[in-house]
Structures are given as C-alpha cells and as structure tokens.
C-alpha cells in the first residue's frame, strides 16, 4: 500500500504496537508544510509540541507558551489532514490548575485544533488530572523523565533518572499514568537502562527521546533533525540535513543573482499579450517591472 493510501493511526493502533512491529516512529511539527511532509514520509505520530517555543518562537525554554498559540499551531497541522495520530502538547499551566480547567483546555485541542490526543508532562503528580480528560474521552499522552515545563525546578535541562531511586520513581510515575489512562508516555533524556526498564515494565508503548534505543517508538524535534536552529544539537539528536546551511546558502545566491541582475530571467518574466508593450509603450521603469494584472486567462505557472 503507497504511503498516500495508509489507513488513520488511531489511539488504539498506537497502543497495539506495545511489543509489537518495529519501534514507532513520531516527529515533531508545528505548522501545514512541515506536517504534511512528515506524513508523506510516512511518520507514525506527528506532535505539535510546545518545543515550538524554543526552535519556532526563539524563546530560550517552553514556559512562555501559550494555549493559543499552541492550538493555532496544531489547527495549522491538523489542516494537513495527516493519517498519522496527531497529538497536541499542552503548555505550562494549562493543565497545573483544576481538572476542569484542563479539560476544557485539553477539549480546545480537540475542537479547535483539531488533535487527536494531548500530551502531559509530569507522572504520579499528574496522574489525577490524566484520568480526568481521559475521562472525558480525550486520550492522553504521558511525559516523564526530563520534562522541559520543570526547567527550574530540575535545575535546567538536565538527564534524570541517573540513580536506582531516581529510576525507581520514574518507575512509580508510568505505573501511574498506565493506570490513569495514558495510552503512552514519552521517556525522556534518561539513561538507555532506565528506559529499558520502564519500558520492559510499562503495559503502554514509551516513546523515547534521548533515552537510549531499548523504547517502543523514537521521537525528536523536527527542526534539531534537520539541522535548521541555530546553535549545537544535544548529543541525542542525528542530524539528517543541514537546512540552515543550505537556506543560507539559497538565499546568498539569491541575492547575488538579484544584486547583479541574473534574476529573474526572461523565462522567469511574462511576455505581454501578441507583441504589445506593457505600458503602452512608455519606457521601462528603471529598477522594478509594472505589477502584473492577474485576469481569469492568466496562470502565474505559465
Ligand atoms: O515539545 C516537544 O517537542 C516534546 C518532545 C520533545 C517530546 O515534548
């Protein structure tokens, strides 16, 4: 079956691959373009996650985003109609107050945003509020281990789960979100044996980042994938494209083609109808061509 044809992934599909199949495969992307070629590449599960923050928005952590703008970002995905399991990241505080409060913020990702599940970070602490929305039918993707929106209270972005309690807790938490209703949590920056253990012990599938091979699915942030921030990648990113390398590169040849007159061609430029002169035979402006006049026979691609 092509890519194009793929049946939906479903919440129940995700959680069926939980020692099954190959280890899935989730992205993230946070607008139209970057969405629907994730799906034409065939991804699994597409996050709009709050890293937007940092690579889209420049913030230096996730704590400024909002609700609206995340669920402007993940309407934007949604437009590109993936068949993989959209999944929307709630912010910092849309879900830290009552459960009502994050369930009618949980349900604006679902009928504004169009998502097809949330994500939490945090485990035992959390586990009330993820019963909650799954509760109200809105399926919930758990997040332990490093968890960005805890920035200050871990002391910056640091690997958890170094020692056998610090193991052991995370081990209470996905016990904790599996029994809440999670239907996966996502392990992140954790030793490779740690996320062994929690995976060789979670009934649900943990999709990790920088957490080692041992996971049931990999994920990581479109953008530190293909090389397009600006500064280094953390030591668990692959590189598959230098996109800031090559976009700057575009657009120096842009520019000097611009600058010295190489664009746009004649090929690039649309001759006026039957040998007239546009304008009426008044001299060409210096610098910039009239502007086109579009009629229904005009087709800017011709
Ligand atoms: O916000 C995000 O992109 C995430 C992934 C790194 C899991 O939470």
């Known amino acids: 079956m092509s890519e194009s044809v793929r049946r939906k992934i479903t919440v129940p599909a995700i959680r069926a691959r939980k020692g099954a199949g190959p280890p899935i495969v989730a992205l993230t992307a946070y607008d139209f373009p970057s969405a629907a070629a994730l799906e034409e590449a065939g991804v699994e599960i597409i996050l709009v996650g709050d890293s937007l923050g940092m690579v889209v928005l420049g913030y230096e952590t ?31 505080l849309s879900y830290h107050g009552s459960r009502e409060e994050a369930i009618r913020n949980a349900g604006r990702f679902v009928q504004e945003g169009g998502a097809e599940a949330v994500k939490i970070e945090g485990g035992r602490r959390r586990a009330g509020t993820v019963r909650a929305i799954v509760e109200a039918d809105i399926p919930v993707m758990g997040h332990i281990g490093l968890t960005p929106q805890a920035f200050h209270a871990m002391g910056g972005f640091r690997v958890q789960g170094r020692t056998s309690d610090a193991v052991q807790e995370l081990l209470d938490d996905v016990r904790a979100l599996e029994d809440a209703g999670a239907f996966s949590v996502v392990l992140e920056g954790m030793p490779a044996e740690a996320a062994r253990l929690i995976t060789s012990t979670a009934g649900i599938p943990t999709i990790g980042i920088g957490a080692g091979p041992y996971c049931d699915g990999q994920i ?7 090389g397009w921030g600006a500064g280094p990648s953390p030591k668990f990113v692959r590189r598959y494209a230098e996109l800031r390398r090559t976009t700057v590169e575009a657009v120096r040849s842009y520019a000097s083609d611009v ?10 430029s649309y001759p006026a109808a039957n040998g007239e002169t546009a304008g009426g035979g008044a001299s060409a402006p210096k ?12 087709d800017l691609e011709s």
Do not use: I, N, Q
Request: net charge negative; no cysteine.
């Open 287 to 298: 610098r910039r061509a009239a502007p086109l006049e579009r009629s229904d026979e005009d």
């Open 220 to 226: 990581l942030v479109l953008h530190d994938l293909l």
């Open 259 to 268: 600058r010295s007159g190489r664009f746009p061609s004649a090929a690039e």
């Open 62 to 92: 996730t704590l400024p985003v909002s609700m609206d703008v995340m669920v402007h970002h993940t309407a934007a995905a949604a437009r590109a109609k993936p068949s993989a399991l959209l999944v929307a990241d709630m912010p910092f």
